[in-house]
């Protein structure tokens, strides 16, 4: 269910930045190709850019990360493509936005711009009269801590309504994580063991295995805590723990996620371990002697009926031996240990390699040989996820669907779980590039067996 009508124009701010040239750009021509951006497209940004710089910059941009240039449909979207070079704190820069848009009556905004500028930009768009009937999606982070989120989300709420803000936070567009919910409430044979009586730990994964790539300044300024465990990885935990909804509307499943959050205590240092890999302080732009977690696992409870008692593992960090994201969902043995040697489990792989598997026991060949350790391998894919994901969030946000979206008071509880490990209430410990964190973080999950480390 929508909860708004469809959008008739989309400005996006930031139009000449990375994660435009990157991102926005392919998905733009990615909803052109599926006849759904039959509307005027304005970027907005200060570089002292014309219109045919910008077009130039979104045929590189479609050449490099959107799958090569089509010159038909690359016509197509520069006719719908228009540019405002101002500065966000003038005015008259909302003023040409206005002149742009022309008759659009109900305009989405997407503000690809450092966070720091949100507010601004939201009190302009209100002085302006742009926020009249229109919509605006926030890139992630939202806030640097949980007192800085609600002073945004207070700033945001100012101009526009609840119904209108889309907090996008790109790992909920991929169908992998989508698949999770649907996977957990479309299976008979899974439902009645997710639970504590049947599921023995989780642990969610996020490994890269890369630096920085250039962003040192931003990642300083963030760390893995901030920057992927507080939005992607809780989220991803919320719809492995969440209760059926009572209907598949946005209202109902956001309702759910957010009961979660409320479940969670507040985490404990105690349960945290950071990591630095070897080599960051000679990022540019990161400080010599940054204190910044480039690697940090978390150990945590939910304190619901279905999941009292069953830690839950959250662990993500840069310079690891794989580029992989999973959840690792471990069942209790059965009685007869000897018999079954290996505890089954169900695995969600969300990336690079898209898959579900369950993993089981079977005989092995042979009289009396014992049993095996077998896989089942549901689903497999590849394909490009993450602009897959771009196009779909940017695609339901003019269309008016809050689905895939994060809600204030969601988000506002993530914060409040992470609050007392923010900045440096544990050491960082330093790991090399290449292995799999700093070794501290062993004892967080030493009476699980240990790590399972994918390949």
Known sequence: MKDLQPSDALVFFGATGDLAHKKIFPALMALLKEGKLDLPVVGVAKSDWT??????????????????????????LVQRLDY???????????????????????????????????????QQLG???????????????????????????????????????????????????????????????????????YVDNVVITMAEDFGVQGRGKFYDATGAIRDVIENHLFQVAALLAMEPPATLEAVSIHDEQTKVFREMAPLKPENVVRGQFTGYRAEPGVKPDSQVETYAAVRFEINSWRWQGVPWVIRAGKSLPVTLNEVYVTLKRPPFVRMAPSANFVRFRLGPEISITIGAQAKRPGKGAGVMP?????????????????????????????????????VDLQWAVVEPILGNVTPVYEYAPGSWGPPQADRLVADLGGWRNPQ
Do not use: C
């Open 51 to 76: 219109r045919d710089q910008l077009i130039e910059r979104a045929r590189d941009s479609l050449k490099v990360y959107g799958g090569g240039v089509d010159d038909n449909d690359f016509a197509a």
């Open 84 to 122: 405002v070079d101002g500065d966000y704190q003038d005015a008259a820069t909302f003023a040409q936005i206005k002149q742009k848009l022309g008759a659009a009556q109900a305009p989405t905004h997407y503000l690809a711009i450092p966070p720091v500028l949100f507010g601004m930009v939201v």
């Open 127 to 197: 002085r302006a009269g742009l926020a009249k009937n229109g919509r605006v999606i926030v890139e992630k982070p939202f806030g640097h801590d949980r007192a800085s989120a609600e002073k945004l989300n207070a700033s945001v709420l100012q101009v526009f309504p609840e119904s209108a803000i889309f907090r996008i936070d790109h790992f909920l567009g991929k169908e992998a994580v989508e698949n999770i919910m649907s996977f957990r409430f479309t299976n008979t044979f899974l439902e009645p063991i997710w639970n504590r009586q």
């Open 374 to 410: 077998v896989e089942l391998n549901l689903v497999e894919h590849g394909g490009n996820d993450e602009l897959d994901a771009y196009a779909r969030l940017l695609g339901d946000a003019m269309e008016g669907d809050h689905m895939l979206f994060v809600r204030g008071d969601t």
